[in-house]
């Protein structure tokens, strides 16, 4: 099975940006669905972005749409989530998961593998 590491998380001002990139260990993962989650201290994890394998399809909470862009460099085996003009609201972890398209893009239940988590922190 693929791991998953997060990085790119960390403090950003309120209307900053920032960018996560999720890694991944095998090659399985250039055939996979990406998905990125948050969670916030108390609250669900949410659905926040997902893509297709090849890019072709990409989905957003409507929360960070217009905000946020999915992307993935499957040579490199490496997704991103490029956050921009970041409110409050999303100060979370964020998670990201993989899986082979089996429908529910959107949900935590379709996603087999995880990462660990990175923290973004919003301030003022």
């Known amino acids: 099975q693929v791991r998953l590491v997060?990085?790119?998380?960390?403090l950003v001002q309120d209307g900053g940006s920032l960018r996560l990139s999720c890694a991944a260990s095998e090659r399985t993962f250039s055939?996979?669905?990406?998905?990125?989650?948050?969670?916030?201290?108390?609250?669900?994890?949410?659905?926040?972005?997902?893509?297709?394998?090849?890019?072709?399809?990409?989905?957003?909470?409507?929360s960070v749409k217009g905000r946020f862009t999915i992307s993935r460099d499957n040579a490199k085996l490496i997704a991103y989530l490029e956050m921009n003009s970041l409110k409050s609201e999303d100060w979370a972890v964020y998670y990201c998961a993989a899986n082979y398209d089996g429908g529910g893009i959107q949900r935590r239940w379709?996603?087999?593998?995880?990462?660990q988590g990175a923290q973004v922190t919003v301030s003022s």
């Open 6 to 10: 997060e990085s790119g998380g960390g």
């Open 110 to 115: 379709a996603y087999a593998y995880w990462g």
């Open 31 to 62: 055939t996979y669905v990406v998905g990125w989650f948050r969670q916030a201290p108390g609250k669900e994890r949410d659905f926040v972005a997902a893509i297709s394998w090849n890019s072709t399809k990409a989905e957003y909470a409507d």
